[in-house]
């Protein structure tokens, strides 16, 4: 993991002064988190007006692509999120984490809204509480980034959804559950 010193022109280290995960923990523990795909959580970052006072997040495969210090003098990471639709890079306060996230773990994310010292909104992520997991299938959690052709793996995600047997689709799922044999399966 590398280290970085964000700009002032990026806009998203001030908006890391003074946040915690209060609004994400208690909506994650009401179920009120709204779970989307990372194509869906792209087209809400691009216009936060949409939504900024509203919980938004779900469960992603998270990298730590590096940390650093920003203008307020918090420690952050930049975060990779990926899932089967894409991947979003986003920041996070290193306090709001009890331990540190995992590379290549499944975690399940909040994204709230903070107006950094520009006045602009920026999103930041949240890590919530495990207590509160949404679920979603481990081959919806590959990197599609990864993948040489998605559209087998869109397929084999249709299959599997399409099994009437529950056995049967919870026997896959466990399958798929370890990203390492997925990834070769889907490769």
Known sequence: MTTDTLSPSTGHPSALHGRGPSQIAAASEADQLESLTISELKLILETPELGPDAPYGGVYRL????SGLAHCG???YRLRLS??????ELYSRCADWPVTPENGQPQTIGIR???DRYDNLAPL???APSSAPLP?????LLPA???????NLTRL???????STPGYKQLIREVFADPDFAYLFVT
């Open 74 to 76: 918090e420690r952050f």
């Open 113 to 115: 809204w903070v107006h």
């Open 136 to 140: 979603r299938s481990p081959l919806e």
């Open 83 to 88: 899932d089967v639709t894409g991947t979003a």
């Open 125 to 127: 992520v949240i890590p």
């Open 145 to 151: 980034e990864e993948i040489p052709q998605p559209e």
């Open 63 to 66: 990298h730590r692509v590096s």
């Open 157 to 163: 995600l249709e299959l599997v959804e399409s099994l």
